[in-house]
């Protein structure tokens, strides 16, 4: 899937959102995991592009190489299952760049 070049407002927003470290590590306990950008799915319609806003920052293990369970890519419905799904998880990072926007 080809997704449009990031403007400079969406890289630096994408930059803040992986500041906060993996959203999935972060609801564990553990703070400031380093994090990679993942673009959700939830909420877009077919034919719609991948949102540069609707990112969550996941670790390389929650995101990809953690295995069935644990990373999204292994197996989203079950990922979902245990972590929540990726909307809420996005409405947790909005939250979460809410409060540290005047920290
Ligand atoms: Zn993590
Ligand atoms: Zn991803």
Redesign the pocket.
């Known amino acids: 899937m080809s997704k449009k070049r990031a403007t400079k407002a969406e890289r630096k927003h994408m930059d803040r959102v992986t500041a906060l470290g993996?959203i999935?590590?972060t609801q564990?306990g553990?703070s400031d995991?380093p994090?990679g950008i993942h673009h959700i799915r939830a909420g877009q319609g077919t034919g719609q592009r991948a949102d540069h806003y609707h990112t969550i920052p996941?670790?390389p293990?929650?995101h990809q190489t953690g295995g069935y369970g644990v990373a999204y890519h292994a197996g989203p419905q079950v990922w979902e299952n245990n972590f929540g799904t990726e909307s809420e998880l996005l409405v947790q990072v909005m939250y979460e760049l809410e409060g540290k926007k005047y920290a």
């Open positions: 993996c999935v590590c564990l553990y995991s994090a996941l670790c293990i929650h």
